[in-house]
């Protein structure tokens, strides 16, 4: 089964520290996802690019984040500095852009910050 | 994205089928139906999704009424490991907006 991929599974760091998240899309998959999930918000969805591109990054706080794809095999999630209130399962989906597409959720990376 | 709405909750015993519904009845001709769950702790887990007509695959069924208003997803055999939550999605694709919207789901427990 293909599947997603996402490193680190669980991560604990100090408030002020830098965090990369990464996520491996499912092979021939060209749009790739990232949401967040906290129990007072739900499942939002951060940012998603199409191709490497960005294509919408409004869910995500400019300041502190920011998401890359380095090449077709790699997406990364960066917040730096993180602070508590970042504290979250952040989850990488990929899909392929067509209508009536499906997209595949990793695992997720479990994220506290102290 | 149209909004869609769900039952907070519900209980369903194991072995039997278990119908799941929801209301998208601002739908729009060209957005699709999509189910995911999440069972705790995992990433949310596709199950089906559909445009207008039925669908069925090897965890569910989805009816979706001629009108489109409302759709049920249909698990025909509940097991204990079906216990999760159910968000049903209603997604649009067009002007190259591919995202999933989620709300708060269903959560559904399966009982012995």
């Known amino acids: 089964d293909a599947r997603v991929t996402q490193t680190p599974r669980h991560k604990v760091t100090e408030m002020g520290q830098e965090v990369t998240m990464r996520c491996q899309p499912i092979?021939?998959?060209?749009?790739v996802f990232w949401y967040r999930q906290t129990m007072m918000q739900g499942l939002e969805l951060l940012a998603y690019?199409?191709?490497?591109?960005?294509?919408?990054d409004s869910g995500m706080p400019k300041d502190r984040f920011s998401a890359e794809m380095p090449d077709a095999t790699l997406a990364t999630l960066k917040i730096q500095p993180s602070e508590p209130r970042d504290s979250a399962v952040y989850f990488c989906?990929?899909?392929?852009?067509?209508?009536?597409?499906?997209?595949?959720f990793g695992p997720g990376t479990r994220l506290t910050v102290l | 994205d149209a909004k869609t709405t769900q039952p907070t909750s519900m209980d369903c015993a194991e072995g039997r089928a278990a119908n799941l519904p929801c209301n998208h009845s601002?739908?729009?001709?060209?957005?699709?139906v999509y189910w995911y769950r999440q069972i705790h702790s995992q990433g949310p887990q596709y199950i089906i999704h559909?445009?207008?007509n039925n669908e069925t695959n090897e965890m569910a069924s989805l009816i979706i009424t001629e009108d489109r208003k409302s759709s049920t997803l249909i698990l025909p055999h509940a097991t204990l490991r079906d216990t999760a939550v159910y968000y049903c999605?209603?997604?649009?694709?067009?002007?190259?907006?591919?995202?999933?919207?989620f709300g708060a789901g269903t959560t559904v427990t399966v009982r012995a």
């Open positions: 989906a990929s899909g392929s852009w067509r209508p009536g597409d499906t997209q595949y």
């Open positions: 092979l021939g998959h060209n749009t």
């Open positions: 690019f199409r191709n490497r591109a960005p294509l919408d």
């Open positions: 601002t739908i729009s001709g060209n957005e699709y």
């Open positions: 559909g445009l207008k």
């Open positions: 999605i209603v997604r649009s694709f067009s002007q190259g907006d591919y995202k999933l919207s």
